[in-house]
């Protein structure tokens, strides 16, 4: 088990009981108790966890893995997911992409298509309009690529710009796709974030867009987050993993959303 994943399994761990010793947490992982320690002492120094005698608790009352900690959490869903979103995508398209773990992957995928390893006739193989520094940056080394990142405040948590300065580019801009990562996806409450400024850029993208499409592992549908970025008939398409059961995908296809599952 490399360190990133041992440290994603004690968050995860952290956030699902409060609480963790440093005895049970190597029993767990399946390493030694001074591997547990000394994981310990370095994320209470990047202020993730706070040490206490024996173990560590939650960093304050809120708590939300930064998005370098989130990337192994189902990856290899998230891969047939980004792989099958990227196939949507036409050369020559406008493509919106939001932050998050599954969007990142979405961008990895479209760089790596060979039919978009170029452009035509002077043309951009693709114009991609981001708000997450991340994918601007793995993007902006593409030259046949161009890549528009909107203005705004980041957030460390997921790289995301976020408020007026980012709405304000929006809004001038017309895309072709978007694809959303969400914290939430229900066939009633629609799609959600856990944060309402992510989900008024990400509402406005939606509505800038011809199409909207949704990357979101089975984990994510089904569930209500506190701000809602649009409902569920403004989703033309659903990628998702073969999690998602038929009963669920019938929910979405009766709100009018096309479901692919892979």
Known sequence: MSREVRWQTLLDLLVERGRLEVEPAAEALGVSAATIRRDFDELAQQQLLVRTRGGAVLHGVSYELPLRYRTTRRAAEKRRISEAV???IAPGEVVGLTG???TTEVARALAGRADLSSGTGGA???TVVTNALNIAGELVIRPQFKTVLTGGVARPQSYELTGPLAQGVLGQLTVDTAVLGVDGFDPLDGAATRHEDEAAVNRLL?????RVVI???SSKLGVRAFARICPASSVHVLVTDT???DPGARAFEEAGVEVIRV
């Open 215 to 217: 990357a979101a592992d």
């Open 124 to 126: 951009p193989a693709l």
């Open 206 to 210: 939606c509505d800038r867009s011809r």
């Open 100 to 102: 998050g773990t599954t």
């Open 243 to 245: 999690g998602l059961t």
């Open 86 to 88: 990227a196939a949507l």
